[in-house]
């Protein structure tokens, strides 16, 4: 391996490399572009264009691209070459200003959700100055935005871009009222843990539903599973270690700090976590990481699967999101300080997330809502589908003393007052973490544990960054101009504890009973897709992303449509394929296992005169009864499949598939599950659950 500190961000054209290539005026309009976010002049961008031209070429670019993520869910990337002809024959390398900041791409050919049509072809990427560029395979990629004709977004980064500046106002807003006055920006940073299986690429290659819907839709249970506790912080398989290391090398060429690795719960589940990065850079970084993993694992002939549930009745796959927000005088505004106003400004920011999570509970479970996460929440491995926010003991003892106006602790007798009386310091981990809670302090940082593998963290980064702008601005009204800043400021925080403080929960989310108490409480418990994106375009979520500017109206009628959408084609997509794996491989096995076993008892009864085949008879007769039973369970499973598929508006097809379908599909994979564990071995349909999970 070449030296790390070499390697790290070779392929990315980062501050150091414009420092060096730029002319002096020029880094520094780029410099203010990136810390103050002012657009920068033609002039400094041909500049910066020719620079990064040079030094891509330098790296072994032909092309440029600019790099967007739509609303897929995945990056997009449309490749130019720097060549451009001459007379004579000839050629020169060129790459303007205006191709580095505009470009253009068909956005009719995107999920829009209705807002573009076929003919309405024309949409934008634009230059995100604030995420590097890099090269990749043999182009110079480009991080941009993507916008329509009208402006519309048509991303995921546009609007998180949005949330981050407004929560960046809205936080300076307060921090003035506290006297901090030096800061100008707030940033949001996030950490992106990324869970993942890797499986052999020729038993992947033998199983259509992994290839189509990147999950098992059918597979029995294996003699062991994860019972045993004995895969998690396991010593890595040489042929794990091999991938791991390659995955770092190309993680950190491409300025991506991966620091952990190691094997997670499940067998064949891994988890890499990086250093938190700036929102929209983590969002970028995140993004190239699921391609990069996925890409380097074929080299090693495995396949990495990001489905939140590729595998039934074992542990699914997160992304775990660690949330956090620093000035840039680089205090970290989520951290107990050490002295009364440090922790004024602490528990009044800790206090607008509390508000902000439960008064959007809606929103925040909308944003990790997909056909796939579906499958994992609450099973057992990861948060209820039920949002809830965990404090620890040690700050829940804090804020109930503020919330009841009762002494902190037993030894200190006083009551507390925000601002005035000093608060024993907060300790950081004076309390286990608690795996079960959807969205868990942990120190100095909140930790989105909801989040699904495969999803992109903008569009849960996006809400969260606005309903905590949302929450700090009204905060910032109140406090503005107040005559008593402390007294208000007391009275605010104990206000908004009490009013809020059924959100907060550090017991057992897996627990059956936190159900009914959550109920009690009057959570919501959005338990699929359809049921949680119903709530997406109620007039108070219209009114926040409206009000701050992160959405307009037609945006989020857009995002509405397109996550309904999504999931219909994706429970389309599945059921097509379970129907044909029935016919084409389970029932013909199935058949040609019944008929051999047939033969032998005619053949027994033959040579063993006396005989009876008493068990090959009740094996042919159990098999019989499921092979008719599968049958008819899948005519029924087609005809509410066409049943769903057949309504017109999109809530209601997506309801049909939660509520019909996919009770459906669950009755027809329980008998084929059924019919694997009876079938010889050389007649099995398709690789078993045994051989993919432990043959890596």
């Known amino acids: ?275 938190f990065a700036t929102a929209n850079v983590a969002a970028d970084q995140n993004q190239l990481t699921m391609e990069i993993m996925k890409r380097v694992a074929r080299k090693h002939g495995l396949v990495c699967l990001l489905h939140e549930k590729p595998f039934a009745r074992i542990n699914g796959s997160g992304k775990h999101c660690n949330w956090s927000l620093e000035t840039d005088t680089g205090q970290q505004l989520l951290k107990p300080g050490d002295t009364p106003r440090q922790n004024a400004c602490f528990l009044l920011f800790l206090t607008a997330v509390i508000r902000a999570v439960d008064d959007n509970q809606d929103l925040l479970r909308i944003s990790i809502a997909s056909a796939g996460n579906d499958h994992r929440l609450g099973a057992n491995e990861a948060p209820p589908a039920i949002i809830s926010l965990f404090v620890g003991d040690e700050l829940e003892a804090v804020l109930k003393s503020i919330k009841d106006g009762t002494p902190y602790n037993a030894s200190t007798k006083e009551k507390i007052k925000i601002g005035v009386d000093v608060l024993p310091p907060i300790p950081k981990d004076t309390t286990d973490r608690n795996r079960t809670s959807p969205f868990a302090f942990t120190g100095n940082k909140f930790e989105f544990r909801s989040v699904g593998s495969s999803l992109s963290i903008s569009g849960p980064m996006t809400t969260l960054n606005a309903i905590v702008a949302d929450v700090l601005k009204e905060y910032a009204d109140k406090l503005d101009g107040a005559s008593d800043f402390e007294g208000t400021l007391q009275n605010l925080i104990k206000k908004e504890i009490t009013a809020h403080w059924k959100i907060i929960f550090n017991g057992n989310g897996y627990d059956a009973s936190w159900v009914a108490e959550a109920k009690k409480r009057g959570l919501l418990n959005l338990r699929n897709l359809p049921e949680a994106v119903a709530e997406y375009l109620l007039p108070k979520n219209v009114k926040l992303f409206t009000e701050a500017g992160i959405y307009s109206e037609n945006e989020m009628r857009g995002h509405y449509e397109v996550k309904l959408e999504k999931y219909c084609n994706l429970l389309n997509i599945e059921v097509e394929t379970m129907l044909k794996m029935i016919h084409k491989n389970i029932v013909p096995c199935a058949f040609a296992y019944m008929k051999d076993v ?90 078993s659950y045994e051989e993919l999970l432990f043959s890596v």
């Open 598 to 687: 047939s033969e032998t008892v005619v053949a027994l009864k033959g040579a063993v005169p006396d005989a009876t085949g008493a068990a090959e008879v009740a094996l042919l007769k159990k098999l019989d009864a499921l092979v008719n039973a599968l049958a008819a369970k899948a005519e029924t499973l087609a005809k509410k499949h066409e049943a769903a598929n057949s309504q017109k508006e999109c809530l209601t097809r997506a309801r049909q598939y939660a509520e019909s379908v996919i009770p459906a599909m669950e009755a027809v994979r329980s008998v084929a599950d059924e019919i694997e564990l009876l079938l010889g071995e050389a007649y099995k349909p398709f690789p």
């Open 1 to 275: 391996m070449s030296n790390v500190t070499e390697l790290f961000g070779s392929m990315v054209f980062n501050k150091a490399v414009m420092q060096e290539l730029l002319p002096k005026e020029t880094f520094k309009a780029l410099k203010k572009t990136l810390d103050d976010g002012t657009p920068l002049e033609l002039e400094y961008a041909n500049q910066v264009a020719h620079a990064m031209k040079e030094w891509a070429i330098s790296k072994g670019a032909t092309h440029f691209t600019h790099w967007f993520q739509p609303l897929t869910g995945i990056t997009a990337e449309k490749h130019e070459s720097f060549i451009s002809p001459v007379r004579d024959n000839g050629i020169i390398m060129e790459f303007s200003g205006k191709e580095l900041v505009k470009g253009e791409s068909d956005a009719s050919a995107f999920p829009s959700g209705g807002r573009r049509a076929t003919f309405e072809a024309r949409g934008y990427t634009v230059w995100d100055p604030t995420a590097y560029a890099f090269v990749k395979d043999h182009s110079l990629c480009i991080p941009t935005a993507f916008c329509s004709y009208n402006g519309e977004a048509l991303d995921k980064k546009t609007p998180l871009l949005r949330s981050m500046e407004r929560l960046s106002k809205q936080a300076v807003r307060v921090l003035h009222l506290f006297g901090n006055t030096e800061v100008k920006r707030v940033t949001s940073s996030v950490g992106a843990e990324q869970e993942y299986f890797l499986i052999d690429e020729k038993l992947y290659e033998q199983r259509t539903d992994i290839r189509m819907t990147g999950r098992t839709l059918f597979g029995a249970r294996p003699p062991k599973g994860q019972e045993l506790d004995d895969q998690y912080y396991a010593a890595l398989t040489p042929r794990v270690v091999a991938y791991m290391e390659e995955l770092n090398v190309e993680l950190w060429k491409y300025g991506i700090p991966a620091k952990t690795e190691h094997n997670e719960v499940a067998p064949a589940q891994h988890e890499m976590a990086p250093v």
